[in-house]
C-alpha cells in the first residue's frame, strides 16, 4: 500500500511538472490555452482514476493547477478585438491592365482588415476629357471595369477620389466612376459632404477624404473639417482620414508649414490639415498627392502618413528615380481606437507602372530622413523590419 502510494505521488508530480512546463512554454507561442486545455485532459485520460481519495484528490490537484494556469497566462495584443488598416498612396488607372500589375504585392495588400487607396482617376465612358487631343502638358486618367476587378481581386475595400483627378471627365465621369467602383464590389470615399462606412471585425470604421477642389470637402475650411471628422467619430470606433494635396514631384519631398501651390492651383496647408483632423477626432491621417515619399508624424498620439508616392501607374506617369520609391502602411488598432503597432512595406514601381515588394532599405531610409527633418521629435522612426517604433 506504502509503494502503491508512493508511486501515486510520484505521478502527480510528473503531471504538475508536465503543467508548469506547458505554462513556461506558452509565452513564446500563441494558443497556449488551447494546447494547455488538449494535453491535460490527455493526460489526466491515460491515469487510471477510480473512486478512492487518493485518485480523487490527484484529479482535484490537476484541475486548480489548470485553472491557476490559465488565470496567469498572459494576453497576446493584437489577436483579438484589433483592426488592422492598410493605406496605399496613388493608384492611376488604365486601359487593358496586365493582368499580373498587382500580383506581386497582393500577399501584402491581402493582410489588412481593411485596404485603402487613392484612387487618382476615373472609370468613365464619356467622351469629354479636360485636355485637348495631343495634349503634351494636361493629364486626364481614364481606367476600365477590369483595372477595379483586379484592385478588387488585390483585397482593396475602400478607394479615396477625392483628388484632382477625380474630374478629368467631368461631373459624368464622377458619377460613372462612383457606380463602377461600387459594381466592383469596394466603397468609394471622398465624395463631397459624405462619410464613408465599413464595418469589419466588429468595428464600424468611418472614411472621410479630402482635396482642395469644388468636388470635395476642402482641406482648408476647418470649420467644415471639424463638423464632418466629428459626426463621423459619434458614428463608428475608427475616423480613418484620407487627404490629397501638396505640390507634386522630387522637390515636393519635404513637408513645409505653408499652404503649398502647384501649376497654379492651391494645394492645401497639409500639416495643418492632418494636425486639425487628428485634434476633431480622426484616428489616422493618410496622405497622397507628391507622388513621392515624404515623412511620417507621430501628432497628439495619432500617425499621419504625408505621402506614400505612387502605388501603380497603368497610364502615363514618371517612375524614375525617387518616383519609382513606393510604400505600403498598415496599422492595427484596439476597439478604443488606440494604435497598437504600425509596419511600412517598401515598394518600387518599375517603368511600366507595376508595384515591386523593395529589394533594399532605401525608401525607409529615406521616410526616416524625412520624419527626423520635417518633424523633430515628433517624427517616426521605422526599423530596418520595416515596423514603427513607437515611443
Known amino acids: ?120 482617376g476615373v472609370v468613365s465612358e464619356s467622351i469629354y476629357s479636360k485636355c485637348a487631343p495631343g495634349s503634351l502638358n494636361c493629364f486626364s486618367f481614364n481606367g476600365d471595369y477590369n483595372f477595379l476587378n483586379l484592385l478588387s481581386d488585390a483585397s482593396f475595400d475602400v478607394l479615396n477620389v477625392a483628388n484632382n483627378h477625380f474630374n478629368d471627365f467631368g461631373e459624368d465621369g464622377q458619377r460613372d466612376t462612383i457606380n463602377a467602383i461600387e459594381q466592383a464590389g469596394i466603397v468609394v470615399s471622398g465624395v463631397k459632404n459624405k462619410i ?30 471639424k463638423k464632418i471628422i466629428t459626426e463621423a467619430k459619434q458614428n463608428s470606433d475608427i475616423v480613418v482620414v484620407v487627404f490629397h494635396g501638396g505640390g507634386e514631384g522630387i522637390k515636393y519631398a519635404h513637408t513645409p508649414y505653408d499652404t503649398e501651390s502647384y501649376l497654379g492651383e492651391n494645394r492645401g496647408n497639409v500639416r495643418n490639415f492632418a494636425h486639425n483632423a487628428i485634434d476633431a477626432g480622426a484616428n489616422v491621417v493618410f496622405g497622397s498627392g507628391p507622388h513621392v ?59 511600366l507602372g507595376i508595384p515591386h515588394p523593395g529589394v533594399d532599405s532605401i525608401n525607409i531610409s529615406t521616410i526616416n530622413s524625412l520624419s527626423k527633418e520635417d518633424f523633430g521629435e515628433q517624427g517616426v522612426t521605422v526599423d530596418t523590419f520595416g515596423s514603427i517604433v513607437l515611443k
Open 1 to 120: 500500500m506504502l509503494q502503491h502510494r508512493k508511486f501515486i505521488s510520484h505521478y502527480i508530480w510528473i503531471v504538475f511538472a508536465c503543467i508548469v512546463g506547458l505554462g513556461i512554454g506558452y509565452v513564446t507561442t500563441k494558443g497556449g490555452a488551447l494546447a494547455v486545455d488538449s494535453i491535460v485532459e490527455n493526460i489526466i485520460a491515460l491515469v487510471p482514476f477510480d473512486n478512492s481519495p487518493v485518485y480523487k484528490n490527484t484529479r482535484e490537484s490537476l484541475a486548480e493547477s489548470e485553472q491557476n494556469l490559465e488565470k496567469a497566462l498572459p494576453a497576446f495584443p493584437g489577436t483579438e478585438g484589433s483592426l488592422s488598416i492598410g493605406f496605399v498612396g496613388d493608384i492611376i488607372p488604365g486601359i487593358s491592365p496586365s493582368k499580373n500589375i498587382f500580383s506581386e504585392v497582393s500577399p501584402y495588400t491581402d493582410n489588412p482588415d481593411i485596404m485603402i487607396g487613392n484612387f487618382e
Open 196 to 225: 464613408s462606412y465599413v464595418n469589419k471585425n466588429g468595428f464600424k470604421v468611418a472614411i472621410v477624404g479630402f482635396s482642395t477642389y469644388l468636388w470635395t470637402n476642402d482641406m482648408d475650411n476647418t470649420r467644415n473639417l
Open 293 to 351: 515619399l515624404r515623412g511620417i508624424e507621430k501628432y497628439n498620439g495619432k500617425l499621419i502618413a504625408y505621402s506614400l508616392g505612387n502605388f501603380a501607374a497603368q497610364n502615363r506617369v514618371l517612375t524614375s528615380g525617387t518616383l519609382k520609391n513606393s510604400a505600403m502602411i498598415d496599422v492595427t488598432f484596439n476597439k478604443k481606437g488606440h494604435l497598437i503597432n504600425g509596419t511600412v512595406f517598401p515598394f518600387d514601381i518599375d517603368g
